[in-house]
């Protein structure tokens, strides 16, 4: 009698759903397809509620009829390979990444679809064969970094037209910011712009290249977005503040720490549409068939504040085509 006594007690909660979280989700994970994120940052990136919006654009909703497998590397790229071999040996249905991530994932499978959210020069670095026709297990949105170099110092120009020497703050470390720097080169050359290459690789490198920065005095500056520029963006937007330098970057965190200008493509938008991709493979399309598409929304935003303290007036041609700004 005690042992159907205890056997009943066991059985009641599950037959009235009172299950544990952990068996909950252990039941969620066998019925409906798990997918796996693999982010730099930690779980306050905006990158987060992007993606879960995008996916329920196309019917998927965290916790109901999809599980989703979050890992953060909160900065730190060393751990990436460990956080993807985990996601690897779950197993996942797709693995999500951008930027640093997307090798580790790489390395940790060549058979999981892996959707790049945003990616710099997927064909130059021979993640894809073409961005047409994808091959193997990635695909996903490129931003054409090379393009967008040149724009930059375009816009960069527009407000500060005596700019004649112009520095270029970027981690040499990732080849995938080289044609970022190519781009802006030619684009220098054309509109008659003496370039000046200051490189970080680390952490430790930010306080040599201030001093070469502050040796140089250039006109103005341009810095390449990547995690480690973006990780110590409040240090370099810091140093441009006390030496009174017009700078331009690609995210939006650069303006609103007191930058003059950004400009680049939409991150969250790039992640919204990342979820359609997980969307065609989770309904059988195969990454190798699926073209790697370019950004759609690009932002232009302006600080009139650190205008102001710069003495420079943003032309009304600049004010027209800025998405945001900020006073």
Known sequence: MRRHAVALLVALPLALGLMTPLAAHAQLSAQVPRIG???????????????RHGLREHGWVEGQNLAIE???ADGHAERLPALAADLVRLPVNVLVTHGLTIRPAQHATQTIPIVMAIVTDPVGSGLVASLARPGGNLTGLSIGAAELGGKRLELLLQAVPRAARVAVLWNAALADKVPEWQGTQTAAQTMGVSLHSVEVRGPDDFEGAFATLARERPDALITFADPLTLTHHRRIVAFATQHRLAMISELKAFAEAGGLMTYGPNGPDLWRRAAAYVHKILKGAQPADLPVEQPMKFELILNLKTAQALGITFPPTLLVLADEVIK
């Open 70 to 72: 979050w890992r953060y």
């Open 37 to 51: 994120v693999l982010l730099f940052s930690g779980p306050d990136s905006p990158a987060v509620d992007a993606f």
